[in-house]
């Protein structure tokens, strides 16, 4: 059957996906082409030289077709039987980026390969953790309730996190939290996503206010929450303790560990972003990380000063949109990273409010087709490997268009298959077609 099936990859392939994966590739070149666009250039020229980043997404996107279509051609073992060596060279692979890497705006997690590109390690290991994750849960061994196998699964995603932090890839770390989709969809019980998600809340506020006013209301919370039942802690007394814990853990995180996550661990720009969000600004000479206390990065603009163009961008789009080549924002190259971070500000001002949410639509629709992949996967491997390429698409889309319109910091994370980039393109083109080919042979019990 596995024969048969990579002389006919077509057989059992989800084509729809494959012609959304087209249409996307397609817009992303043509906004690249509209942030580009220079009359007076000679475009046969550039292209033929890959002088701009126009012509160098089409190469990508040509490479990456050669790569798809290798990929279908493959054997759907083959990526159960790698799965653990994959992600073993992943890390490797980021390690030597500590040695080898080239800085690229304050990031040294790229490596310089031949014809002057470069490879974001960080990038590809996204693809190794999500097959290692699949691989790891469907060992007929692996009993997803237990609390060991959640820390073995939480520690495997967070090692190449913490190496993308170590590499100040703040934006790609946080893109490996996009995992507990899948490991919610496998049994991770719901009282992990509660305390996850009340420690967000828990941060949100310690910024909103200070710390010791949010202290007190702590304490008081918890004093009124054990006078109202201490008629039932009185014969349970236990549970007592279990208040005082939860209160010492809130009390701990507000007085100490955001100050100290914020002023030892993230560096200034990080802080400054985050703080920016919720509207508060952040005192960098407390960050003990930072050689400036102005809140930038070599020489590059404050991150308000990008989101406020961006803003300026999207809102001049209006309803119908300036048209093409007709942005005044784009063609002034007022949005900094327009190319990549920002991409989307070139679509919102040359297509406005209707473009948008068509292309909105079609990155909905196609979610929700990979997720209707992902629930017709009769092996757990291939649908574990589904969730997680649901959850990494959807973190990137979610992030980085809140990222555009100013909802999220400015982390640096590119807009799925639309954004310059030869990793990012290549990374998100691999997830993709390894899913499309573990669908096509989903009567395959893999492990």
Known sequence: MAETNNHNFSKGTDLA?????????AVGVLCIFMVEYNPNLNWSNTFLTAKTNFSKQIYFSIFCAFIAIFILLL?????????????????LLMLATFVLGKNINGSKSWIPIAG???????????????????????????????????????????????LSIMQHEMGLALVYSAFIFAMYREGLPPVILVVLL???????????????????????IAGLFIFSMIKKFKRNKSKILIVVAIWG???????????????????????????????????????KKSASSSGERHGKKPDDYNV????????????????FLKGTQTRGKYVPEQHTDFIFTSLGEAFGFVGTFIFLGLYLFFLFRLIRIAE?????????????????????????ISMTIG???????????????????????????????????????LR
């Open 198 to 220: 009340s420690f967000a809340i828990l941060v949100i506020a310690t910024l909103l206010l200070e710390p010791t006013v949010l202290a007190i209301i702590l304490t008081v």
């Open 376 to 400: 017709r996967q009769r092996s757990s491997f291939s649908r574990v490997y589904a969730y997680s390429v649901v959850g990494i698409f959807f973190f990137h889309i979610a992030v980085n």
């Open 116 to 162: 002057g590109f470069n490879l974001q390690p960080a990038e590809l290991c996204k693809i190794f953790t999500a097959l290692f994750l699949a691989k790891f849960i469907s060992k007929p061994e692996t009993d997803f309730k237990k609390l060991k196998s959640h820390l073995i699964a939480g520690a495997a995603i967070a090692l190449p996190a913490i």
């Open 308 to 323: 406020k163009q961006s803003k300026i961008a999207i809102g001049s789009g209006g309803f119908w949109g300036r048209g």
């Open 407 to 445: 909802l999220f910091p400015v982390v640096g994370i590119p807009l799925p298959l639309i954004s310059y980039g030869g990793s990012s393109l290549l990374t998100f083109t691999v997830l993709l077609f390894i899913l499309l080919r573990l669908d096509a042979d989903r009567q395959m019990v």
């Open 17 to 25: 996906v494959i012609l959304l994966y087209l249409i996307m590739v």
């Open 249 to 287: 853990v809130c009390f701990g995180t507000v007085r100490f560990a955001v100050p100290y996550i914020f002023n030892h661990v993230f560096e200034c720009y990080q802080s400054t972003r985050i703080y920016s969000m919720v509207g508060k600004e952040y005192d960098c000479s407390q960050n």
């Open 75 to 91: 054997d759907s073992k083959v990526f159960t039987a790698f799965a653990n060596l994959s992600y073993v060279a992943g890390i």
